[in-house]
């Protein structure tokens, strides 16, 4: 071991410039603004974001104050249901008719008769939290009703109206109105981020008397007759002035023409802040940019699925799936045809939905966000790629502008680079996935296989990212498995490098496994690894999860870490469903997490933690205090702030406060749409 680590200055000075220089000819910069592609002819989602002011750069639209917000948002969708490929906060939507936030008020819905308008409501999400300081309707400019008045005379006789700025489940009320004369309805209140707004119909127990006391012999006796019930509006208005919190890019996906591995993300971006009506820098403006990523090997992230005359399903393209086939309606429970069980709607058949499923063979789920410029995203290499794009500000009259986004790519070095690790002496747990004690030190076995072809210049090292000091124990390599002697070895803090005796490449495919020892620290922790080649520049490969040999049964680099002398106080945790769809369809639109505590002296606090695959906490939900028994915890499916997380693998952290310490189990959930 000694020898070594002696001899690694060369080494250490590789490594380092393999992460720093651009300059070969082994790395392209792709580039988005700027003097790279045009920002405004490659994106699928533009929420708030202005394409035009500054050429060749982004930016937060300004919201003027004499100009309504509805008009600032395009794409408009319905509340109800949800169309196909819906994300929160990724469209306006309203649970009305269109025409009530198109600025037109002679496109308005006209009076009906029918049951008693006492209670009909309009909601409005606006996609992302706005300053607002305005919220209100008025009647058409012109028209009559079926009685000869006019509809710019006939006004809503009482309402109520709320607003709501991040979850639409809290309300604060800005209005009740009891008696109403005004055409013109403008309700202001001090500037403040407002996504959601919405409008209540209210019977007016002064001007509508006559109706209410003819509701209380029959709910539609006023209204039999064919007399339209009073107040027309034309048009609704939100009034603000301002950036958003948050406005969204989402870019179409890029056919880069081949399979490339990624490198660093980059971006030239200028602080700013309206002083006097004009724009000027601003470094200490409280704004930020969040890039997210994701890369695939084929054009679509989706796969769709139609139902047989048996009753599995098969894959369609997304345009039969969208234009032909039908949703299904009515409830029966059928066999999947894949080991698994649907609640459908209807009994299945060909010409009927039967889901999509994001393809995570092929796709990528959405990368971690960066916040830094010069960041790796872990990327997996691909053919394909998508960014999303948010323009953060935490003040009214400050944003940032984006002026151009690089993104470093090679071309790959093997065909692919599949992976996977296990305690050394457990290579086939029960579970599928290794599990340790968290903070011990265990020893691992991480096996390596590359599919390398002609047209491959192949690799010659390893770095395995193992989150704290690892111990190298040897290498294997070869079909038979033999130990060699790695040409070098560093061990850093976080991390291990190993050089490899001999270059793998078209004519030497062979197995490598790595034996060492590290402790994990956090509840979910992956082994990610990278190939590398030594004799260029060219951009790092991941190493991505999948079936080495039959040697190891885990089929992936993620191990799962608990203390077992806490989770004894927790038993018999389960779920309701492994996977939560929160899409409105009430089919595991909640999930319920059911367990049993045990031996506890008292009641206690206990708290659901979600976490993402990188460790970060994106929500708690406080359950109260529980004592010893069977308990229950719900969770939608939404973040801290209350928006839908995004489709993909989460760690349930079950927490009971103990008399000393706090008690934690860990579970993995998958959530899609």
């Known amino acids: 071991m000694d020898k070594l680590l002696t001899n690694r200055s060369a080494f250490l000075l590789w490594l380092t410039v393999s992460w720093i220089t651009t300059a070969e000819a082994d790395i392209a910069l792709w580039q988005l603004g700027g003097s790279g592609l045009e920002w405004a002819e490659h994106d699928s989602v533009a929420i708030l974001i202005d394409e035009i002011t500054t050429p060749g750069a982004i930016q937060p639209i300004y919201i003027q104050p004499d100009r ?23 469209r306006p939507r309203v649970s009305g008719n269109l025409r009530l936030v198109d600025g037109d008020s002679t496109s308005y819905l006209a009076p009906s008769s029918g049951a008693s308008p006492d209670g009909r409501t309009f909601t409005f999400d606006l996609a992302v939290p706005v300053p607002v300081f305005s919220f209100g309707f008025y009647t058409p400019s012109q028209g009559y009703r079926s009685d000869g008045n006019s509809l710019r005379e006939d006004v809503v006789p009482a309402y109520e109206l709320y607003i709501a700025a991040h979850n639409p489940n809290e309300w604060r009320q800005i209005a009740d109105v009891q008696e109403n004369f005004r055409p013109v309805v403008r309700h202001q209140f001090p500037r403040q981020y407002v996504r959601f707004a919405r409008y209540i119909r209210r019977l007016s127990r002064s001007l509508e008397a006559a109706q209410i006391e003819a509701l209380q012999i029959s709910s539609q006796e006023i209204w039999a007759k064919g007399q339209a019930y009073r107040g027309t509006i034309g048009d609704f208005e939100i009034f603000g002035e301002g950036v958003p919190l948050r406005a969204v890019y989402k870019t179409r996906i890029f056919d880069l023409g081949q399979k490339v591995n990624f490198g660093r993300f980059s971006w030239a971006a200028t602080p700013l802040r309206i002083v006097d009506g004009e724009p000027v820098e601003a470094p200490d403006a409280p704004v930020s940019i969040q890039v997210e990523a994701r890369t695939g090997i084929d054009p679509k992230p989706d796969i769709y699925y139609e139902f047989t005359d048996m009753g599995t399903r098969i894959p369609v393209s997304q345009q039969r799936y969208q234009d032909v086939l039908k949703n299904p309606s009515g409830a029966v429970n059928v066999n999947d045809g894949q080991g698994g069980a649907l609640t459908l709607t209807t009994r299945p058949k060909p010409g009927i939905r039967a889901g999509i499923e994001y393809d995570q063979d092929n796709w990528t789920f959405w990368s971690v966000p960066t916040f830094e410029s010069g960041q790796t995203l872990g990327l997996r290499s691909g053919s394909h790629l998508q960014l999303k794009i948010l323009l953060n500000s935490e003040e009214f009259d400050a944003f940032v502008r984006l002026d151009s986004l690089w993104i470093e790519t090679s071309p790959t070095l093997a065909t692919s680079v599949i992976g996977e690790v296990a305690r050394l002496d457990d290579p086939q747990p029960l579970r599928g996935v290794a599990e340790v004690e968290m903070g011990a030190t265990t020893e691992f076995v991480y096996d390596v296989k ?51 005796p001999e270059r793998l490449n078209a004519g030497r495919n062979e197995l490598i496994r790595v034996v060492f020892a590290a402790e994990v620290f956090d509840f979910a922790w992956t082994f990610d690894g990278q190939a590398l080649d030594s004799q260029s520049q060219s951009l790092p490969q991941p190493v991505q999860s999948g079936d080495v040999s039959s040697d190891i049964a885990t089929n992936t680099l993620r191990v799962l870490a608990s203390s077992t002398t806490q989770a004894e106080k927790i038993r018999d945790l389960r779920l309701s469903t492994s996977v939560i769809t929160p899409n409105d369809d009430d089919v595991n639109d909640l999930l319920e997490i059911e367990y049993v505590l045990l031996g506890l002296p008292r009641t206690v606090a206990t708290r659901l933690n979600i976490h993402a695959l990188d460790g970060r906490k994106v929500a708690t939900l406080a359950a109260g205090s529980q004592k010893s028994g069977l308990q229950r915890i719900r969770w939608d499916g939404r973040d801290a702030s209350g928006a839908l997380l995004p489709t993909g693998l989460y760690l349930l952290g079950l927490e009971v406060e103990g008399e000393a310490t706090v008690i934690k189990r860990l579970i993995p959930v998958g959530l899609a749409y």
Do not use: C
Request: cysteine-free; hydrophobic content about 40%; glycine content about 10%.
């Open 68 to 90: 309504s917000v509805f008009s600032y948002l395009t794409n408009w969708g319905s509340w109800t249901p949800r169309e196909l490929g819906y994300v929160d906060g990724e």
């Open 450 to 500: 590359a599919e390398v072809s002609a047209a491959d210049t192949g690799f010659d090292a390893l770095r395995i990212r193992t989150g704290g000091p690892p111990a190298f124990k040897h290498l294997e390599m070869g079909i038979p498995l033999r130990q060699v002697e790695a040409s070098e070895v560093v061990e850093s803090a976080d991390g291990l490098t190993i050089r490899l």
